[in-house]
């Protein structure tokens, strides 16, 4: 039997193995959900084993478990460590979600829940595509798999793991579908992430909360203080005003920009997609420069004073603010979480006190599109898609690929099925069909040309 007749076959089965998947909330970065982290690991290790896998085991770090498993066929063929993450971004807030987060429901061919897309959805896809291997007994490559559960939480527990398995980890190349593509018409491979500097800034104005009526213009309010701090980390023309912040950025090339410049994109639909007027972001670069190879800043939340029904009138003592930098080659995450902490505390006024502190930062990456592996990965979209795949760099951030180039000296390989309009983060985050079907087919063809190219 061909592999697209057993995918045929059992497309049914595939499918809600991948809803049951989804409705267990693997959410990591809540500890409350810690128990359904377990369970998504118990869950995935019956799956691997059903699915004929070997050497499985829940593998226990400082943080969630790591579940690997493998099937080593011939030390003599090329071996492909499959990479995913198991846990998923909160689905807050829930009453924006059409159906809820994690009761899985298929509208107009695509799969609605949290984590359908990122990462669940991609990262069943290659059990899936394992299991057709085996059962058309068509592996053409040893495989291992590794999947963690808090990717969304800073990888902390991966780190140390890494470190400790680097002999069970080797491999040829990582393989990771945790990315997006231009379009089911025009497939696209990831060759690049973003870094990231992520702090919390703590802004403490008087001892405590007050009457505003009684001290209200005799006292700075610290929400007030902090917007300012906030707007001045920025000039008129988005470009970040933090001290030595751009130093190490590697900018490219005029030849690399006008080969961006290539890529299939439409304002138009950009703008309407997301209801805006125009879209923002730094002087001089297009929108696909500013999401991709440009560093930039962002507040993702902003919270102090009374926000309960009705009104209080009440001068807060704190106000706090979540704020994060994505960053490009070669910034280094430390360096700029340390400009970031020093420029908040220069430009702080005698009427606050601020504090800082650092949360999960990343390492920006960049693949080469001369390997093996892309050549391999390219055909196997060209096959699959019947049109040849564009090299595209991304604007996220997935902290094991800088981490596996370091610790191990691999390359990764990023094949990703998702679309924007997935949604991956916000309320109604989805997958589709196609997508996950068309996923299973193309990852054989990925192992069967990665081993003739090796050969
Ligand atoms: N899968 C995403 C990253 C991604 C999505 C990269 C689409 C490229 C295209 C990943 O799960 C993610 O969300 N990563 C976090 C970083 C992490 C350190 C919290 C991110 O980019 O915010
Ligand atoms: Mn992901
Ligand atoms: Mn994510």
Redo the contacts with the bound molecule.
Sequence with gaps: MTISNYIQENETRFLNELYDFLRIPSVSTDPKFEPHILKTADFLAAKLQKAGAENIEICQTPRYPIVYADKIIDPNLPTVLVYG?YDVQPADPYDLWTTPPFEPTVRNGKVYARGAS??KGQMYLHIKAFEAMVQTDSLACNIKFMFEGE?????DGLAWFVEKEQERLKSDIILIS???MISNELPSI?VG?RG?SYVEVEVTGPNRDLHSGLYGGAVANPIQVLAEMITKLKDENNRITIPNFYDKVAELSAEERAEMAKIPHSEEIYRADLDLKTTDGEKGYSTIERASIRPTLDVNGIWGGYIGEGAKTVLPSKAYAKISTRLVPNQQHEEITQLIANYLQEIAPQTVTVKVTPH?G?VPAVVSTKSIAYQAASKAYETAFGVKPVPVR?G????IVPMFKEKLGADSMMM?F?LDSDA??SPDESFGIFNYLKGIETIPLFYQYFAELNQ
């Design positions: 993450h990122d990462d990717e969304e939480s800073g990888s945790d990315t997006g990831t992430l990231m999960h990343a991304s996220g951030s997935i902290p990703g998702g991956i983060h």
